[in-house]
């Protein structure tokens, strides 16, 4: 499977994005996807996840009630709409997945991975 990231930009504080990611050469009806970032200077980070069993999705405590992860298995895909962004939220976002489910949110966890967008919020 690969995994094509699309949707970044630049954005004032306080506006929205909504990313995209849509897989080929394979399904991700039974994978779970995630959402990482690098931001500038920084490792790799978790910012959401949600198992193809259609649990809660899970969220880092510094985007939870702004970020929203969804998926479409219908297109294969995979979306995070972006709200009330904040110039911390600036980073290179990567999504990712894995084979069946996992509450594991390192990024050793998953397998697969995007080429990264660029999200970048100004002030």
């Known amino acids: 499977v690969q995994l094509q990231a699309s949707g970044g930009g630049q954005v004032q504080a306080g506006g929205s994005l909504r990313l995209s990611c849509v897989a080929s050469?394979?399904?991700?009806?039974?994978?779970?996807v995630g959402w990482f970032r690098r931001g500038p200077g920084g490792t790799r980070t978790f910012v959401t996840s949600l198992s193809w069993r259609g649990e809660i999705p899970r969220y880092a405590d510094s985007v939870k009630g702004r970020f929203t992860i969804s998926r479409n298995n219908a297109e294969n895909a995979v979306y995070l709409q972006m709200n009330s962004l904040k110039p911390e939220d600036t980073a290179v976002y990567y999504c990712?997945?894995?084979?069946?489910?996992?509450?594991?949110?390192?990024?050793?966890?998953?397998?697969?991975w995007g080429q990264g967008t660029l999200v970048t919020v100004s002030s």
């Open positions: 990712a997945a894995r084979l069946g489910s996992t509450s594991d949110t390192r990024t050793s966890a998953f397998s697969t």
């Open positions: 050469g394979g399904s991700l009806s039974r994978s779970t």
